[in-house]
């Protein structure tokens, strides 16, 4: 094992992690974003729209997102009328059909996620918020995607795992990212060995890092309720104690 060329792919390959960040970050952005009214829709729309947003999320994640991709960036590029569109300035750019094909996926899978939480919250709690007056939207939004989220975070953070190590994938279209930059070290250096464990080691400390992450928001959100309880109770005032009297014969 040569130590020396680790060396310098630990100096080299990190240059590519924010290219990873980048990838990871917006997909997952922009795929919990349109995950929400999706998962509501699959949860509590109506069947017709239940079973298309099934049929979206079910085509996603059965298909590899590896082909997924190439048929975004390669297939596309066959179709004359996409060639002609105003479109094919984003799709013929691969950044772009990255993102766009990591948002697609992380969107399939935050949507199952999210519509298993949704399906959790008790339908007592649901009720109640109905006979406290509030509205169909503001029940979503206050009470049953709080607590459907708060459900769903442990299986989401395997998510942001999935996305990180997916991230990777990004390397096949030509994009420099920590796999990306590995693979031009090898290409140069034929020493494969060396320059994926060093990969594989910065893959893992990013993994941990959302891990913890992870566990430190579940951590946060199942003792948010404790803490304002506890400082509700020191704010308090004490209620001074009644004296008992006796009325005189």
């Not at 406290?132 to 939004?141: D, H, V």
């Not at 948010?224 to 109770?233: E, I, N």
């Amino acid at each position: 094992m040569n130590l020396g060329l680790m060396f310098d792919a630990l100096l080299v390959l990190p240059s590519g992690i924010g290219l990873t960040l980048t990838l990871t970050g917006l997909s997952l952005t922009a795929g919990f974003l349109l995950s929400v009214p999706l998962a509501f829709a699959r949860a509590f729309g109506r069947p017709s729209l239940s079973f298309a947003v099934l049929a979206y999320t079910y085509v996603i994640r059965g298909t590899p997102m590896l082909v997924q991709l190439f048929l975004l960036y390669y297939g596309l590029s066959q179709i004359e009328a996409v060639r002609a569109s105003v479109f094919w300035v984003i799709l013929k750019d691969p950044l772009w059909c990255a993102l766009f094909t990591f948002s697609l996926n992380s969107a399939a899978h935050t949507t199952e996620i999210l519509c298993r939480g949704l399906q959790s919250v008790p339908m007592g709690v649901i009720e109640a918020a109905k006979a406290l007056g509030l509205k169909r939207l503001q029940i979503a939004r206050l009470v049953t995607f709080p607590i459907a989220f708060r459900i769903s975070l442990p299986a989401y953070g395997n998510e942001v795992v999935g996305m990180i190590k997916g991230s990777s994938l990004a390397s096949t279209v030509t994009l420099l990212e920590i796999t990306g930059m590995a693979r031009q070290m090898v290409s140069a250096t034929f020493a494969p060995y060396e320059i994926f464990i060093v990969a594989g080691a910065i893959y893992l400390a990013l993994t941990t890092l959302a891990v913890k992450a992870t566990q430190f928001l579940e951590r946060r959100l199942s003792t948010v309720g404790t803490l304002k309880q506890r400082r509700k109770a020191r704010l308090r005032p004490t209620l001074p104690d009644h004296e008992i009297t006796t009325l005189a014969p």
